[in-house]
């Protein structure tokens, strides 16, 4: 597995992870059918790539069924009580490593990522360096500044903006629909597909009840079967990014999705494309188990923190997962 790695390295120092890392035109360049390329991606997996991820819209914008989080390559672990993740995944994710890894993601059929303007920088030097991915922003609307942040995602250049599922959740909590409502103008009178993102399943219900429709939806989808869940009488609307708790049974940023049975019920309604979002419980839920309960319950595409060593795995999952639940109750939207 070393030896492996070390040759992955090799070969990726003259091909695309390269060029991502700081390389420019005077470097040598990796056709599609050159042996150094089929060495690259015979190291990196790729070759056991299943086949081609599938696809589907938003508004105008096509993109893979699997989009990219940006919590693990950001730091941001919802690692429960492990206090030392954060900065483990920060020392991992240097910039050569988030670039490699979204250049396998790129190789893999992986076209699209999530990011916050804070990481418009790392973002811009990867498209200078011969990335090509699409881009979801997180954007933090507030009654008193509706478009700044906004405003700031398109001047980065982002593909898409949507409202970040915290700030759903306290708009809707404080009654203040009217925000919600506006940034969803605003995104789109600039010309971009306008999303609300929700952790509580109130936000999707209160924003169809008054008639503000999204091109789509970010709410967080995962089943509570796994052993850091916390108890059904112990969970409470709008506590997700709340402050953690020191009860085991209570809230400590180790559940997402408080009640997935009423967002498959909800959500099943929804006529607009939904990007369910930790899918696996930030890490609790095997993939295999997670996909497919999110596509085969409703979701459209997923977002998905995935390692280097994972992107491979992880496509193919999808992948069966997908093929499997063609046929679902919910129609695909998208």
């Excluded at 008193?144 to 809707?172: E, K, P, Q, S, W």
């Excluded at 929700?198 to 079967?225: L, R, W």
């Excluded at 992107?311 to 999808?318: G, K, L, W």
């Amino acid at each position: 597995m070393e030896s492996s790695r070390r040759d992955f390295l090799k070969i990726a120092a003259a091909g695309p992870v390269a060029a991502a890392a700081g390389a420019r035109g005077d470097e040598a360049k990796v056709d599609g059918m050159s042996g150094a390329t089929q060495k690259y991606r015979e190291a990196a997996g790729l070759d056991k790539l299943k086949g081609e991820l599938p696809k589907g819209k938003i508004g105008s914008m096509t993109l893979s069924r699997i989009i990219i989080g940006n919590n693990l390559i950001g730091g941001w672990a919802h690692s429960r009580d492990l206090i030392y993740v954060p900065d483990l995944l920060k020392a991992y994710h240097t910039d050569p490593k988030v670039f490699e890894t979204l250049h396998l993601a790129e190789a893999a059929g992986i076209d699209t990522m999530c990011v916050i303007n804070a990481q418009a920088d790392l973002y811009r030097k990867y498209r200078e360096n011969g990335g090509k991915i699409q881009t979801i922003c997180q954007t933090y609307p507030k009654p008193d500044d509706v478009t700044g942040d906004i405003d700031l995602a398109i001047d980065n250049g982002f593909t898409t903006m949507y409202i970040n599922g915290a700030v759903g959740d306290r708009l809707t909590r404080t009654h203040r629909l009217d925000v919600i409502a506006a940034a969803i103008e605003h995104i789109r009178r600039q010309g971009y597909p306008a999303g609300i993102g929700a952790h509580s399943v109130q936000v999707p219900m209160a924003c169809e009840a008054a008639g503000i429709v999204p091109d789509y939806y970010v709410k967080t989808f995962h089943h509570e079967n796994y052993w850091s869940a916390i108890p059904r009488e112990n969970r409470r609307e709008f506590t997700v990014d709340g402050h953690p708790q020191p009860g085991h049974n209570d809230w400590h940023d180790n559940m997402f999705d408080l009640f997935p049975d009423q967002t498959e019920e909800v959500m099943g309604k929804v006529k607009a494309p939904w990007i369910a979002f930790k899918v696996l419980a930030a890490g609790a839920i095997h993939p295999r188990d997670g996909f497919n309960f999110a596509f085969q319950n409703g979701a459209d595409f997923l977002c998905v923190g995935i390692f280097d060593f994972q992107i491979v795995e992880d496509v193919n999952i999808a992948i069966d997962a997908l093929a499997a639940n063609r046929e679902r109750q919910r129609p695909w939207y998208g």
